[in-house]
């Protein structure tokens, strides 16, 4: 058995004809550098504006996807012709594992190509089937906050069900946006470096002790080649290294862990050499509560 996972992607598949192919490209090899660190084989093939995996299970395939940027969610699925008799007897079995006695029920279908239905009238009239069959359920139909959602996508002649959306980071392709080197000394300079990341940003970590942790246990999980440094010395050589480290890579700017007024004093270490300090308007909390959900898409 071969399990499929729909990959859906975000804001590259806006970006011209060019810029979209050399993106999408980086997305498939950085989905491929995560399965080889997993050690998940599989195949990729793709359609115009999503990509599908084809692995041997879907369990630790599907943490793996979360960790790479550009995605935005992904679905185990199952495939059928697009042909409303097959979606309809695809999505009732498996309606009939998932929906419970008085269940509040969603169908959320979509439809790309052209077909002899819209999505409206393919997701009424699939509505209208599972209220048929389970007719004994006492099931009720909630667009607004049902208690289960089952959907499908029409892509040209195939169709793809599945049970739910997992999110994954979106963003853009890791590699597609230059280098940065961040300084990790805690939690704020962590995100700001996943930050960056997520733009498309290969980075280099430079870590006092309190951001060693995090780069290993969650930014490394995101670009398994990624390089670590530890900060050394006082301030004047932790801004000596860290320029260094930046001109040994091509870095096209730096990413510190500012508060509003640390960023004075900062342009005078640093001088012409561009700083990005994209959490320098969160307050501790606000960055806790993001960081939170970084771990979570860790794994």
């Known amino acids: 058995m071969v399990d499929t996972i729909l990959i859906r992607y975000g804001e590259l598949a806006l970006k011209s004809p060019p810029v979209r192919r050399e993106f999408e490209r980086q997305l498939q090899h950085n989905i491929l550098e995560q399965f080889r660190t997993a050690g998940i084989s599989g195949r990729l093939r793709s359609d115009a504006g999503h990509l599908y995996a084809e692995v041997e299970d879907a369990a630790p395939a599907i943490p793996a996807l979360r960790r790479v940027f550009g995605i935005t969610s992904v679905s185990r699925v199952e495939?059928?012709?697009?042909?409303?008799?097959?979606?309809e007897a695809r999505l009732l079995a498996l309606a009939d594992l998932r929906l419970g006695r008085g269940d509040?029920?969603?169908i959320r279908a979509r439809r790309t190509g052209s077909h002899r239905f819209?999505?409206?009238?393919?997701?009424?009239?699939?509505?209208?089937?599972?209220?048929?069959?389970?007719a004994d359920r006492e099931l009720s139909v909630d667009l607004d906050s049902p208690t289960v959602e089952l959907f499908v996508e029409v892509r040209s002649n195939r169709a793809y069900l599945s049970e739910d959306r997992t999110a994954g980071p979106g963003g853009l392709p890791l590699g597609v946006a230059g280098r940065v080197v961040a300084l990790v000394d805690g939690v704020r300079g962590a995100?700001?470096?996943?930050?960056l990341m997520k733009r498309g940003c290969r980075a280099r970590w430079v870590t006092r002790p309190e951001g060693a942790d995090l780069v290993a246990s969650v930014l490394a999980r995101f670009d398994p080649a990624g390089r670590s440094f530890p900060?050394?010395?006082d301030e004047t050589a932790q801004a000596r290294q860290i320029?260094?480290?930046?001109?040994a890579a091509h870095a096209d700017g730096i990413v510190l862990p500012l508060e509003v007024e640390g960023f004075p004093h900062a342009r005078a270490v640093y001088g012409e050499r561009v700083v990005f300090s994209?959490?320098?308007?969160?307050?501790?909390r606000e960055v806790e509560e993001r960081w939170a959900r970084v771990r979570e898409l860790a794994g």
């Open 79 to 87: 495939e059928v012709p697009a042909e409303p008799a097959a979606i």
């Open 104 to 106: 509040r029920f969603a």
């Open 118 to 134: 819209t999505s409206q009238e393919l997701a009424r009239d699939l509505g209208r089937a599972v209220l048929d069959r389970f």
């Open 191 to 195: 995100l700001g470096a996943f930050l």
């Open 231 to 233: 900060a050394g010395g």
């Open 243 to 247: 320029s260094e480290i930046a001109d």
């Open 278 to 284: 994209p959490t320098i308007g969160w307050t501790d």
